[in-house]
Structures are given as structure tokens and as C-alpha cells.
């Protein structure tokens, strides 16, 4: 695990996109859930082509944010503007539609495989012969072309997790939003997956938003780090900087485990 | 012992023969309990939907009505929309009182809560954030409303046959707002009841096995159709 050689790549991505205004740009988000206030961010900026990982704590309000960028959950905004446009209540869809969310469970629907794959794109009024290569395409790039026809419940949960990636990424969003996509994997999977998406989403220039509590993922997959604790963001920056100087206690104990395997690796 | 012999003796002559007053009978028993399953499911899938989805103050009492309606007296439906479509009741204008149409719409009422409470009940057993995942694919309302649907099928398959079974064997209603008059209003379950009451025991036998094997071959297709593709 090198997180510096991902600080060093984010540095060379900032710079490049330092002038260009943000893909996605929200001001006063909050959510409240339950009665509970679970997020409050007062600047939530995302660059185009950038990935950006929402660490923390179970608990700390990384879902609950990640779903509301998603537009899935009611939540409250003083701005919140998306590819250049405000993002209104009455066309969430429209917004939804230019963005794909993998959650943590790969939640297929009970068909198969590949009508999983095709689904959103059907529901965008794509040809469906368009779609039927579009779903090729994007299942051979995930590795799983060969599931195509296998109903989805049958899967195993790192195939699974593969179709839904596929599935999402089909869709071309111009932002992919990732919950904990990797936690219900097993080590193997979990690695194979994590080292193929950043490439993959460098090939397609798509912007992520990605959720982990785990640093050494954050560390591999993004260019930017944003650590939330109780619904708050304590500190942002790159993996590097916040490896190097967390801000609060906790930052520091979540970093501490990447920091301690990486000694263990050294030796 | 040579009663119930000589009753499924005479039902398979009759069906053997065609027994053209039989056939109607059946046939009408068929249209009306199909064409009220029917509605209820236009109706009553929707609601099940909107209401396994929902949240909203007083939702239990609603759930507690539907859980209730479940297990509706078919006399009692019977005598509501008697009330309703009696010639000076509110519907009475209609002249719907002892035809068919007044059976279908009591016997809708009578598959209704079934078909709500089984389908609420499929919906509610899915992950909840199945339906995060379908909207996030980008479906809108109707679409996340079919796919939820899709993904329910089994209950849904199951809430068509509670619905059909309650309906197609119910006689309280079917008596009191259609009449049972031959060749008009006529159904399998108040042909039995009438045969039995003039003492014809074979005819009632040979009634309740065709009621029985229509009610058998619906269910049977309908089951078919929920156990397709379910292997482990």
C-alpha cells in the first residue's frame, strides 16, 4: 500500500482542473433522518474526472450525504448546483438520471444478469439494441461477460458486486456514487475490484464520490479525502496530507490502522 | 356411502355429456369470479403498492382494516351492496341489482383486501433499498412501481389465488344480490346450495367436483406461473 504514489497523482489532477468550475457544487446541504440531523456540510465540491472518498466512522453521516448528493433521500440544500445547472425538486429526475449510485449490497433485481445491466438504460429510452451492446460492452469490461445470461440471485457476492458496477457504469454518469461498495467482499475480490475501478474510471473520465470507513481503500481509489465524524467534515485533503496530519483524534485512529499495516509491510 | 357413490356416478355423466345447463353455470361462474379477480387486482395491486411503500400518521389503521377485510363475511358484503343497489338505494338507478355486474362488484369487494394485504405484505418483504437502488438507476415513479411489482410477483401470484379461492367458493353474497335465478345469475356454489335443499344430493356432488376441479385448474396455472425458474 503506497499512499503516497496516490498523493502524488492527485497533486497533478488538481492542478489540471484547479480553474475549471466543479461537476457537482452544494452549499448547506443537510439531512435530517428519523429526527435526527445526520449530515450538515456547509461546501460540498466534486471536480470533473476527480474521485473523492467521504471517510469516516460507522455513523458519521457518509451514507446519509452520499444519498443525498444521490437526490434519494429528502434533504435540504441552499445550493446545489449539478453540470453547470441548479438542481431543482421538480427535476430530480432529469438530475438523477445523469449520475449512478453502487451501494454496499449489490441489490439486483431477481432476472438475469444482463436485463439487470440493460434495465437503466431502458429507462433512459435507449434503443434496446443499442443498450443489448452497451450491456456487452460493459459486462466483458468488468470481467463477468460470461454471467450474461445467469440469473442474478445466483451469483456470487463478488460477481454480484461486479454486474452492479457494470450496471452503473453502463449508464455513462457523468458522477458514480459509491457506497461502501467493496465492504461486503471477501479479501480477493475486494483487492481485485479496488485496484480495477481506479483505471476504469480514469479510462471513462467519470467523476466518483466514493464512502468508506476504511483509509487504506480511500488511499488506493481516490485523489481527495473528506473525513466526516458526527455528520460534520473535520478535515479534507489529499490521502497524503491527511495521512500525514490528521486533524481530530479520530482521524487519526482511522488512519493509524492504514499507518500501522503499511509499517508492518515496510519491515 | 351409495349416496356420495351415486353423486360422483351422476357428475361424471354429466360432464361426460356435456350437460348443457351445467356448462352455463360453470361458465358464468368462471366470468363473474374471473372478471371481479380481475378488478380487484387493477384496483387492488396499486394500493398495496402505495400502501407497502408509505409511511404516513394512521397508516396501522388502515393495515389493521385491510388485515381485517382479509377475513370479510361474504353475507355481510352481501348485504352492503344489497343496500347499495336496491332500487331505492343510492345505487339503484343503475338496475343492477340481481344481474351479474352486482355479483362481480360484491365479489370484488370480497378479493379486494386480500389482494391489498397479500401484495403490501410481498412489498414490504423486499429490501427497502431495493427501491433506493431501482430509483437510483434513474426509473421514475411508475417504473419503480412495475419493478417493485416484478420483484413481489410471488406474493402477487399468491394474493390472485387467495383472491380467486375467496371468491369463486363464497355463496352469501352471490346469493343476495344476484338471486340465483337459472340461466342468469346461476353460479356453481348457490346451484349447490339450491340442489341440496330440494333433497337432489348427486347433482350437488356433481356441482361441488366441477367447482372444485375449476377452482383446482385456476390455481394450478397460477402456480405453475409462481414456481417457474425457482430452483435453489
Given at each position: 500500500m503506497n499512499a503516497g504514489a496516490a498523493g502524488k497523482g492527485l497533486l497533478g489532477t488538481a492542478g489540471l482542473l484547479g480553474t475549471a468550475p466543479p461537476i457537482m457544487e452544494v452549499r448547506d446541504l443537510s439531512v435530517v433522518r428519523g429526527g435526527k440531523q445526520r449530515a450538515c456540510v456547509a461546501r460540498f465540491d466534486l471536480q470533473d474526472g476527480e474521485v473523492?472518498?467521504?471517510?469516516?466512522?460507522?455513523?458519521?453521516?457518509?451514507?446519509?450525504?452520499?444519498?443525498?448528493?444521490?437526490?434519494?433521500?429528502?434533504?435540504?440544500?441552499?445550493?446545489?448546483?449539478?453540470?453547470?445547472?441548479?438542481?431543482?425538486?421538480?427535476?430530480?429526475?432529469?438530475?438523477?438520471?445523469?449520475?449512478?449510485?453502487?451501494?454496499?449490497?449489490?441489490?439486483?433485481?431477481?432476472?438475469?444478469v444482463s436485463e439487470n445491466v440493460l434495465m437503466g438504460l431502458l429507462m433512459r429510452g435507449m434503443p434496446k439494441e443499442e443498450a443489448q451492446g452497451k450491456v456487452q460492452h460493459w459486462l466483458r469490461r468488468l470481467g463477468v461477460a460470461h454471467l450474461a445470461l445467469q440469473k442474478a440471485r445466483t451469483l456470487s457476492g463478488g460477481e454480484a458486486q461486479r454486474v452492479s458496477l457494470a450496471r452503473a457504469l453502463a449508464l455513462q454518469p457523468a458522477v458514480l456514487l459509491l457506497d461502501e461498495p467493496f465492504s461486503s467482499l471477501d479479501v480477493v475480490s475486494r483487492m481485485g475490484l479496488m485496484k480495477e475501478i481506479k483505471p476504469l474510471l480514469r479510462q471513462t473520465s467519470t467523476s466518483a464520490v466514493f464512502v468508506t470507513h476504511d483509509f487504506t481503500e480511500a488511499a488506493v481509489v481516490a485523489d481527495r479525502v473528506m473525513v466526516m465524524e458526527s455528520g460534520r467534515v473535520v478535515q479534507e485533503g489529499t490521502p497524503r496530507h491527511v495521512l500525514a496530519a490528521p486533524a481530530t483524534p479520530l482521524v487519526a485512529t482511522l488512519v493509524e490502522f492504514a499507518r500501522v499495516m503499511a509499517g508492518m509491510l515496510g519491515q | 356411502m351409495s349416496l356420495v357413490a351415486e353423486g360422483i356416478k351422476k357428475a361424471f355423466s354429466m360432464l361426460v355429456q356435456g350437460d348443457p345447463e351445467l356448462w352455463r353455470v360453470t361458465l358464468l361462474t368462471l366470468r363473474v369470479s374471473g372478471t371481479a379477480t380481475?378488478?380487484?387486482?387493477?384496483?387492488?395491486?396499486?394500493?398495496?403498492?402505495?400502501?407497502?411503500?408509505?409511511?404516513?400518521?394512521?397508516?396501522?389503521?388502515?393495515?389493521?382494516?385491510?388485515?381485517?377485510?382479509?377475513?370479510?363475511?361474504?353475507?355481510?358484503?352481501?348485504?352492503?351492496?344489497?343496500?347499495?343497489?336496491?332500487?331505492?338505494?343510492?345505487?339503484?338507478?343503475?338496475?343492477?341489482?340481481?344481474?351479474?355486474?352486482?355479483?362481480?362488484?360484491?365479489?370484488?369487494?370480497?378479493?379486494?383486501?386480500?389482494?391489498?394485504?397479500?401484495?403490501?405484505?410481498?412489498?414490504?418483504?423486499?429490501?427497502?433499498?431495493?427501491?433506493?437502488?431501482?430509483?437510483?438507476?434513474?426509473?421514475?415513479?411508475?417504473?419503480?412501481?412495475?419493478?417493485?411489482?416484478?420483484?413481489?410477483?410471488?406474493?402477487?401470484?399468491?394474493?390472485?389465488?387467495?383472491?380467486?379461492?375467496?371468491?369463486?367458493?363464497?355463496?352469501?353474497?352471490?346469493?343476495?344480490?344476484?338471486?340465483?335465478?337459472?340461466?342468469?345469475?346461476?353460479?356453481?356454489?348457490?346451484?349447490?346450495?339450491?340442489?341440496?335443499?330440494?333433497?337432489?344430493?348427486?347433482?350437488?356432488?356433481?356441482?361441488?367436483?366441477?367447482?372444485?376441479?375449476?377452482?383446482?385448474?385456476?390455481?394450478?396455472?397460477?402456480?405453475?406461473?409462481?414456481?417457474?425458474?425457482?430452483?435453489?
Open positions: 473523492l472518498a467521504i471517510m469516516g466512522p460507522n455513523g458519521a453521516g457518509k451514507s446519509s450525504l452520499l444519498l443525498a448528493l444521490a437526490l434519494l433521500i429528502p434533504s435540504a440544500w441552499a445550493s446545489y448546483r449539478f453540470l453547470g445547472k441548479e438542481v431543482s425538486v421538480r427535476n430530480v429526475l432529469g438530475f438523477r438520471r445523469s449520475m449512478a449510485v453502487v451501494f454496499q449490497d449489490p441489490l439486483l433485481l431477481d432476472t438475469t | 380481475l378488478v380487484s387486482l387493477a384496483i387492488g395491486v396499486p394500493l398495496g403498492v402505495l400502501l407497502g411503500l408509505s409511511r404516513f400518521p394512521g397508516r396501522n389503521v388502515v393495515v389493521s382494516a385491510v388485515n381485517t377485510g382479509m377475513g370479510l363475511p361474504p353475507v355481510v358484503v352481501g348485504v352492503a351492496v344489497s343496500l347499495l343497489l336496491w332500487r331505492s338505494g343510492p345505487a339503484g338507478a343503475f338496475g343492477m341489482m340481481y344481474s351479474p355486474g352486482a355479483m362481480v362488484v360484491a365479489q370484488c369487494i370480497i378479493a379486494l383486501p386480500q389482494v391489498v394485504g397479500l401484495t403490501m405484505a410481498g412489498i414490504m418483504q423486499l429490501d427497502p433499498r431495493l427501491a433506493l437502488q431501482i430509483m437510483a438507476l434513474g426509473a421514475s415513479r411508475i417504473q419503480l412501481y412495475a419493478l417493485l411489482v416484478r420483484e413481489a410477483r410471488l406474493s402477487i401470484l399468491a394474493a390472485i389465488m387467495a383472491g380467486f379461492g375467496a371468491v369463486v367458493s363464497e355463496v352469501g353474497a352471490s346469493m343476495m344480490v344476484g338471486g340465483n335465478i337459472i340461466g342468469q345469475t346461476r353460479v356453481l356454489t348457490t346451484a349447490i346450495v339450491l340442489e341440496v335443499n330440494k333433497g337432489n344430493f348427486d347433482v350437488a356432488i356433481a356441482l361441488s367436483v366441477v367447482l372444485m376441479l375449476l377452482a383446482y385448474s385456476v390455481t394450478a396455472v397460477l402456480t405453475v406461473l409462481q414456481q417457474k425458474g425457482r430452483h435453489v
